[in-house]
């Protein structure tokens, strides 16, 4: 257990002494590469912001609006036939296009069920095996400038209803 903390305080400083000691051996501009690369990055932030933005503002607007609680109850009364909680159906929905929105759902369920019911448990094991796919998709496209994703949603929506249902499945046996 010490060498694994060992291990995980040294390793970024670590990291960063090997990259620099390559660059000096080997008579690259370390600094130069730096800024050009801090440059590009702040460029790709300010191409996307705005698409961030607007995704933050709408999962706002959903939350605020009772929507998302409508929604949550249409799709619960279906869904508990099939094993699935109700009471997840927000944090399924919101896990789409939020993350930060997702974790602080989970924080509400775990507050209100605990972290080892079973509405916890498939809560954690949903937030590790979905993704956000319409922020992922937004950000990562329009920093790639890709205008048609072909098959990327239908794949996504898929791997996120599987990890859904994995959830369920994993959750069951602990």
Do not use: H
Not at 29 to 40: D, K, L, P, S
Not at 62 to 70: I, K, T, V
Not at 110 to 127: H, L, Q, W
Not at 162 to 170: C, R, T, Y
Request: hydrophobic share 55%; with cysteine; net charge positive.
């Amino acid at each position: 257990m010490d060498f694994l903390l060992f291990l995980s305080v040294f390793s970024i400083p670590l990291i960063i002494f090997i990259i620099v000691g390559y660059g000096l051996l080997s008579r690259i501009n370390i600094y130069e590469v730096f800024t050009r690369g801090a440059a590009e990055g702040l460029q790709v932030v300010l191409t996307i912001l705005p698409t961030l933005v607007g995704l933050m503002m709408g999962v706002g607007i959903l939350r605020a609006s009772g929507l998302l609680d409508w929604l949550s109850g249409l799709l619960g009364n279906w869904m508990t036939g099939l094993g699935f909680p109700a009471q997840l159906c927000p944090l399924a929905v919101v896990r789409m296009f939020s993350s930060s929105a997702a974790s602080g759902l989970a924080i509400d369920i775990f507050k209100e069920y605990g972290p080892d019911s079973r509405v916890g448990m498939i809560a954690s094991v949903m937030m590790s095996c979905t993704e956000t796919v319409f922020y992922t998709m937004s950000v990562y496209f329009m920093a790639a400038k890709v205008k048609k994703t072909r098959y990327t949603l239908a794949g996504a929506l898929t791997a996120s209803f599987a990890g859904i249902a994995m959830s369920i499945f994993l959750a069951n046996f602990v």
